[in-house]
């Protein structure tokens, strides 16, 4: 594809007059969102399932106890009214279940059952390709360097920047 027919993205919004950072925020935005694109398109197609499905299962797979409606809230960056949907439609899928949490018998824990723990483990192996398959434009040499610097911005944001402009977090 040459340059003048690419889709449009963040980054293309950026002019050389622009601040340096703001450059490379707009491009790790784009980078950013052609992967999740690809991988959305790729999970429905693919499975038929969208990506905050996938998410709310490879959440659960890293916690065999099952977890609380409210963690996986949290875990998942979502209102309890996104999970409550999600965890509706998996399980009437027979993909999760619903538990009761042995400490606060008020609470639910929600866990894969062997079938949803066999359909996300073949969903993650292809998704792992995939990512692999998006990544492999970079040596191994490369790739850590990158996650190296990454770090490093991360560990900055997190340690100097507030989420807001009181300072507060």
Not at 112 to 119: A, M, N, Q, S
Not at 120 to 125: I, K
């Amino acid at each position: 594809m040459s340059a003048d027919t690419r889709p449009i993205d963040a980054e293309t919004r950026a002019t050389s007059d622009d601040h340096h950072a703001l450059r490379l925020w707009l491009r790790l935005y784009a980078c950013t969102s052609l992967v999740e694109s690809r991988v959305r398109r790729r999970l429905q197609s693919r499975f038929g399932t969208t990506l905050p499905r996938f998410d709310l299962m490879a959440q659960l797979d890293r916690s065999p106890q099952g977890l609380r409606m409210s963690e996986l809230s949290s875990r998942l960056m979502v209102t309890g009214g996104n999970v409550t949907g999600l965890t509706d439609n998996l399980e009437d899928e027979g993909l999760v279940v619903r538990e009761s949490d042995g400490t606060d018998r008020r609470a639910l824990r929600v866990k894969l059952t062997r079938e949803g723990r066999r359909v996300f483990r073949t969903m993650a192996a292809e998704h792992e390709r995939w990512i692999a398959e998006m990544f492999a434009g970079l040596s191994a040499r490369e790739a850590r360097s990158l996650a190296e610097r990454l770090n490093t911005l991360k560990q900055h944001i997190l340690d100097n920047v507030p989420l807001d402009e009181r300072g507060t977090e």
